[in-house]
């Protein structure tokens, strides 16, 4: 087996995908359904960009080795990354207030999840560093760069941030437009 110097960033992503998926379905949609709320529209755009940003870099990570300028590309996805989450951290407070705040549970997923980003953030810049003085390419990966475990773990976050990004965008643009046609249609 080769391995890829980006191993360390793939796993730390595939360790918090499940808690940012908990996140999601239980606070985001199941409990506030934050895409229904007019005040906290803005917050929903920010969780749907993560999970793009999120799935995007992953996806890269697991197909191709970046280097030269694209190794810069890649590293950019996870500093929007963490700029969505500063986003984030700012619109929550008045976007939570009229329901009743933010939880403590969720709070707590909230301060894992942006400590994983920023460890994301670090080990794919310390781990890949050598990866900027390349020639710049999308060197494919070869099949044995990763642990099978690692790359089927990565696959299947990358399809979740996919399809969680997809699932709120529907929600929040079905709940636009309701709301448009008239509060008693909104959901």
Do not use: C
Not at 10 to 35: E, K, N, S, T
Not at 86 to 111: F, K, N, Q, T
Not at 132 to 161: I, K, Y
């Amino acid at each position: 087996m080769t391995n890829t110097p980006l191993e360390l960033p793939i796993l730390l992503m595939a360790i918090v995908a499940p808690i940012g998926a908990l996140d999601v379905f239980w606070f985001h949609l199941y409990r506030f359904r934050l895409y229904a709320q007019p005040g906290s529209r803005a917050e929903t755009v920010t969780h749907i960009a993560r999970g793009l940003l999120f799935a995007l870099g992953l996806l890269a990570m697991l197909t191709w080795r970046p280097v030269g300028t694209w190794y810069w590309v890649v590293g950019g996805l996870f500093v929007l990354d963490f700029a969505n989450n500063v986003a984030d951290v700012l619109l929550e407070p008045s976007s939570r207030r009229p329901l009743g705040g933010l939880p403590p549970l969720e709070y707590l997923i909230h301060v894992v999840g942006a400590t994983a980003a920023g460890g994301i953030t670090a080990a794919y810049f310390i781990a890949g560093w050598q990866l900027r003085l390349e020639d710049t390419a999308l060197v494919p990966l070869a099949g044995d760069a990763l642990p099978a475990m690692l790359r089927w773990q990565g696959w299947a976050a990358a399809a979740g941030g996919l399809l969680v990004a997809l699932l709120e965008a529907v929600l929040l643009a079905r709940s636009v437009l309701a709301s448009r046609r008239g509060p008693h249609l909104a959901s």
